[in-house]
T-cell receptor, first 111, second 114 residues
Framework: QKEVEQNSGPLSVPEGAIASLNCTYS??????FFWYRQYSGKSPELIMS????GDKEDGRFTAQLNKASQYVSLLIRDSQPSDSATYLC???????????FGSGTRLQVQP | KAGVTQTPRYLIKTRGQQVTLSCSPI?????VSWYQQTPGQGLQFLFE???????NKGNFPGRFSGRQFSNSRSEMNVSTLELGDSALYLC?????????????FGPGTRLTVT
């Protein structure tokens, strides 16, 4: 049974700060890792994908992957109130192409 | 490029009835996956279709079925609805083949079973 673990939060950060969201996964064959943002009442929106160990940056977002530790994280720099949402970590192994989601971390950015 | 569309957006059904949900993927995407989202269980994978064939299936009863058409549009059917089937049903489309595995979600269909 694949598991993806996230701290449910809420994680509260002041505007302009760095928000750090963490995720661990249990299945060592996992190959693809994704971060989604979900606003209340809306569907998940893809923020980042990462497939190799190391860092991947896209604007204010940086995804970090450490396959040896089975750990993936998302950093949000210069956090804005509009970043307040639930952030979902998802993993899949290449063969299955089915995403297994964590329960999400609720982020609150305080103005 | 237009995003993933799902119809209808909202549905209210009675226990025992059946329902069909529709999904149109992003143009050029051949893979369509379906997920169920509930407050208690979170987001769970139902099944994935690629070129009209079911490639993967999650751990849901046989009451949940789907199909994909030659234009990549997909439908999901739930028969003999139960109260516990009330959920947000999400469809996601992707290229479905290496090197890109990114999945993009539609707005979802919110199903309420009474």
């Amino acid at each position: 049974q694949k598991e993806v673990e996230q701290n449910s939060g809420p994680l509260s950060v002041p505007e302009g700060a760095i928000a750090s969201l963490n995720c661990t996964y249990s299945d060592r064959v996992s190959q693809s890792f994704f971060w989604y943002r979900q606003y209340s009442g809306k569907s998940p929106e893809l923020i980042m994908s990462i497939y190799s160990n190391g860092d991947k940056e896209d604007g204010r977002f940086t995804a970090q992957l450490n396959k040896a530790s089975q750990y993936v994280s998302l950093l949000i720099r210069d956090s804005q109130p509009s970043d307040s949402a639930t952030y979902l970590c998802a993993v899949s192994d290449t063969g299955r192409r089915a995403l297994t989601f964590g329960s999400g971390t609720r982020l609150q950015v305080q103005p | 490029k237009a995003g993933v569309t799902q119809t209808p957006r909202y549905l209210i059904k009675t226990r025992g009835q059946q329902v069909t949900l529709s999904c149109s993927p992003i143009s050029g995407h051949r893979s369509v996956s379906w997920y169920q989202q509930t407050p208690g269980q979170g987001l769970q994978f139902l099944f994935e279709y690629f070129s009209e064939t079911q490639r993967n299936k999650g751990n849901f009863p046989g009451r949940f079925s789907g199909r994909q058409f030659s234009n990549s549009r997909s439908e999901m059917n739930v028969s003999t609805l139960e109260l516990g089937d009330s959920a947000l049903y999400l469809c996601a489309s992707s290229l479905g083949q290496p090197p890109d595995y990114e999945q993009y979600f539609g707005p979802g269909t919110r199903l309420t079973v009474t």
